[in-house]
């Protein structure tokens, strides 16, 4: 019994823990065997940590805070180790960093981002990619998602920049009915003082975004974090070199997608088709 209390079953999110830690040790150029010695734990509990085995006591979060430079991250993602249902393992991390983000970008070209989904689109997408879920965790998904769309509303506001790819809304996934409410919340979206969507047009020969998808965030504390997803997969990206020229690519797409005014129009012509 004792030991089960200090060394847990591997959870979703101790595991998320455990990743973030990673990736800001090895961002300091530290080792397992360095940053014990820094944060004064033995190198076989960071292991255990950073393996999603072991909870993260408090002055050990605090002093790999200061240790690391994490700006907060380890401290906020620690408030959070705790099962997170409905959404993908690899997600939860950044779900956490979002919920407290000052500023987030979204760059889409396979789905509509999942913040502007109508439930009804969500559900098809979800259905749609192998294997199909019980309907225990089709609904637990939805519930998830709809859950972190009231980030659009939240107080203090965060200020929002998506840039969707034409060809996503013209698959029509779900069929016409749910791409015309698809399309009407979308319009509704562009209302929001606090958030700006883009059009990239189906064809345009400049397109800076031809590596995939692509998020980053700005966090309460002026820093900024990317986010990389892929199939079953998702990487934190933290090192500044790397952000920047996420950044740099976010910022050209900028200048080739439709402007904010043009991108509107297009939704409502494309809502007018139907």
Known sequence: MGNSSCEPEPSDSLKAFGAVLKVFRERASLTQEQFALLVRYSAHFVGSIEQGRRLPPGDFVEQAEEVLDAFGVLRAVAKHVSRQRGLAAWFRLWAQLEAAAVSLCTYECRV????????????????????????????????????????????????????????????????????????????????????????????????????????????????WLGYSEGQQTGQLISGPKDVSLMQMRYAKMRSQALSPADSADLLKRMRGAL
Not at 206 to 223: S, V, Y
């Open 112 to 223: 509509v981002p999942g913040l502007l989904q109508t439930e009804a689109y969500a559900r098809a997408v979800m259905l749609n990619v192998p294997p199909p879920p019980t309907e225990e965790q089709l609904e637990e998904r939805i519930a998830a998602r709809l859950e972190r769309q009231k980030l659009l509303t939240r107080k203090p506001p965060i200020a929002f920049s998506f840039i969707i790819e034409e060809s996503v809304l013209l698959r029509r996934t779900g069929g016409d009915d749910i791409t015309r409410e698809l399309l009407d919340h979308l319009i509704a979206c562009v209302g929001l003082w606090n958030v700006e969507l883009q059009i990239m047009p189906l064809t345009q020969p400049h397109h800076a975004g031809t590596d995939g998808p692509m998020q980053f965030l700005e966090t309460p504390d002026h820093k």
